[in-house]
């Protein structure tokens, strides 16, 4: 458990049943729903030691809240308290919705020495990426928060910021592992009897900005086919640049190159049939993109591993790796594929493995 930061998810989906739905973070609180006609109520549950405050991200369709969402409380230890309601809108129409829960401790002046949280605000993307606003005594803490399973990159780009002064050059942008943040700008109020204030942008992409491919990172040859030649295509778009592509018998089998988590499944046409484009995120955040496949086996946000099945090829293959660079672009990079003796090594255009 992180002491300071965790989310809780949980997705809920029509129709409105008459059980209760409940989660918790051990020792620290619990958010459960009660459902009745037409309507669900949110409740949060405390039993961390100090007070904490709680947002509470939520999504629906055909459902409006009584409070303004995201929706920030913070709540006692002990306690149980309701902080919303959704009710349906059009009684004709079904409903879904989903939510998570973002924790931060609240200490109050002096408690276990910590400094005291005047002010917290929180900005979110959809359920993607979140920035954090705290006023800790004279400061200005922006946190970016990062509610998916890959990694992102976000980038903080102050619009207005007055009489506030980073500590570091803005524009800036961070790395944030999955599932938790990272302070991206811890700014000082130079003068405290006047007042401050701010406006921001935030551009987040998948992948880790700035970050090396893995120098150890092999590929696995994606189709099974034997003594088909390698080809690069020839293209002079920097993230397409290293691009290869294999011919194949028609609805040979694509496999996974190296594992990874789907990051996204795109649906686009060849010759008026159906073509897709797979994603898959690695563990350092760098990407390779499958495309033209005809079938797709596979779906977004599952985990997949190398040599496992990840669709079908109706002509050929192609494939691309590439990296997040610092300036938020894609950049292609060369494959090194695995050999049949088992080592490691880039690839020659044309050669047949």
């Known amino acids: 458990m992180r002491p300071q930061f965790l989310i809780l998810a949980l997705a809920l989906v029509s129709p409105i049943q008459a059980e209760?739905?409940?989660?918790?973070?051990?020792?620290?609180?619990?958010?459960?729903?009660r459902q009745g006609n037409n309507e669900v109520s949110f409740f949060v549950e405390s039993v961390y030691e100090h007070p904490i405050r709680v947002f509470l991200i939520v999504h629906s369709v055909n459902m409006r809240?009584?409070?303004?969402?995201?929706?920030?409380?913070?709540?006692?230890?002990?306690?149980?308290t309701k902080a919303l309601t959704l009710t349906r809108y059009r009684q004709d129409e079904g409903v879904t919705w989903k939510y998570q829960a973002i924790w931060r401790p609240a200490p109050l002046a002096g408690t276990d020495g910590e400094p005291a949280i005047r002010t917290a605000d929180l900005n979110c993307d959809q359920d993607r990426v979140c920035i954090l606003t705290e006023r800790v005594d004279e400061r200005v803490l922006f946190r970016a928060i990062n509610l998916t399973d890959y990694t992102m990159s976000v980038q903080f780009k102050p619009g207005v910021f007055e009489n506030l002064r980073s500590e570091i050059n803005l524009p800036v942008t961070r790395v944030v592992p999955p599932q938790d943040s990272v302070l991206m700008v811890n700014a000082y109020i130079p003068d405290p009897m006047l007042r401050h204030r701010y406006t921001f942008n935030y551009p987040y992409k998948e992948g880790a900005a700035g970050q090396r491919h893995s120098l150890e990172a092999g590929y696995l040859v994606p189709h099974t086919v034997p003594d088909r030649p390698i080809r690069k295509r020839d293209s002079s778009r920097p993230d397409e640049r290293h691009n290869v592509y294999w011919y194949v018998p028609d609805g040979a089998v694509v496999r996974v190159a190296r594992e990874g988590r789907v990051l996204d499944i795109r649906e686009g046409t060849q010759n008026g049939e159906p073509a897709y484009a797979v994603t898959v995120q690695h563990e350092?955040?760098?990407q390779a993109v499958?495309?033209?496949?005809?079938?797709?086996?596979?779906?977004?946000?599952?985990?997949?591993?190398?040599?496992?099945?990840l669709g079908h090829a109706p002509q050929f293959v192609m494939m691309t790796v590439r990296i997040l660079k610092?300036?938020?672009?894609y950049?292609?990079?060369?494959?090194?594929?695995?050999?049949?003796?088992?080592?490691?090594?880039?690839l020659r255009t044309g050669e047949i493995y």
């Open 290 to 309: 499958y495309s033209w496949l005809d079938q797709v086996a596979v779906a977004e946000d599952s985990l997949v591993t190398a040599g496992s099945l």
């Open 331 to 346: 950049v292609s990079i060369p494959i090194r594929f695995y050999q049949r003796d088992g080592s490691v090594r880039a």
């Open 284 to 286: 350092e955040g760098s």
């Open 20 to 33: 209760d739905q409940r989660t918790c973070v051990e020792d620290v609180l619990c958010v459960y729903t």
């Open 65 to 80: 809240s009584d409070q303004d969402l995201p929706h920030s409380a913070i709540y006692e230890p002990g306690t149980t």
């Open 326 to 329: 610092s300036d938020m672009t």
